[in-house]
């Protein structure tokens, strides 16, 4: 007669089989969390743009070759700006001469009518102190000739068509308009000794494509608290004209958004991308 064997009994130390990942119950996001993550996202990314960073295009030539028409900037807004208690472990500084700026130009542009404070990039040229005097297209700080930008153009030996180009006793509103009233008034009072002397609190501007530039020489100084940050490197460089970039409306926007999706390997500046503005 046969036996039946009855199975062994299992003991507590044998290995449990693992727990089948695809029987786990998955926990799906609400809704509100989707919309709180999104939120979240957003609001560090206007943190960054607002206060931290921000990104410029460059819309004129009056920093070529520094910058071309077409680039687009990453802008430190931390380094100049005014020191913060509520940040100290940043670091600050004054804006220093040879600084390439972004500024708010303290002379307000009318466009359709309304007035309108244009966010501008120039390279600084006198800090509160300096002696300033321009003779044949060569700018003096406190008596030495200063050299020009590196990646800046030359300027003619006679400069035409502009004024406040050459000596700045002769400075008188421009035939043209783009001097300002203002400025031609008030600019006698900063002269010592044929010097132009800038005043505390203040700085001078001038675009490294100085015979096309519509700087300080026109409008005057810049007060500190204009000034929004220093450019850092160009993330991006598409080839593009001052009327491309000045175009408004709907028809204009949609037909630029064709022509740079077409063109956008062909116009792109390659050997710009990541380029340190100095």
């Given at each position: ?29 609400t ?34 070759k ?15 700006a ?8 940043v ?18 542009d ?63 509103p ?5 001097a ?9 009072s ?13 700085y ?49 926007s ?25």
């Open positions: 007669m046969t036996k039946k064997k009855t199975p062994a009994a299992k003991t507590p130390n044998e290995a449990q089989p693992e727990p089948n990942p695809e029987q786990e119950t998955r926990v799906e996001e809704p509100f969390e989707a919309v709180a993550s999104i939120c979240s996202v957003l609001v560090v990314g206007l943190f960054i743009l607002t206060f931290l960073a921000q990104n410029f295009v460059i819309p004129s030539g009056s920093m070529e520094t910058l071309l028409v077409g680039d687009h900037l990453v802008v430190d807004r931390i380094t100049l005014p020191d913060a208690k509520w940040m100290p472990l670091r600050y500084r004054e804006p220093r001469r040879g600084d390439v700026v972004v500024f708010i130009k303290p002379v307000a009318d466009v359709d009518g309304k007035p309108e404070y244009l966010f501008l990039v120039k390279r600084l040229i006198g800090v509160p102190g300096d002696h300033i005097h321009l003779r044949d297209g060569i700018v003096f700080i406190n008596g030495v000739a200063q050299s020009q930008p590196k990646d800046g153009m030359d300027i003619p030996a006679n400069p035409s068509e502009k004024v406040f180009l050459d000596e700045f006793p002769t400075i008188a421009a035939e043209d308009g783009s300002t009233e203002e400025w031609a008034v008030d600019a006698p900063h002269f010592v000794d044929g010097d132009l002397v800038v005043p505390p609190g203040k001078f501007m001038m675009g490294d494509n100085r015979h096309n530039s519509l700087d300080s020489r026109y409008w005057g100084f810049v007060p500190r608290e204009n000034i929004v940050g220093r450019p850092m490197f160009n993330y991006w460089s598409f080839k593009s004209s001052e009327d491309q970039l000045e175009q408004t409306g709907i028809g204009s949609l037909a630029w958004m064709g022509h740079v999706a077409l063109h956008f390997f062909s116009d792109t500046r390659w050997g710009r991308t990541l380029h340190v503005v100095r």
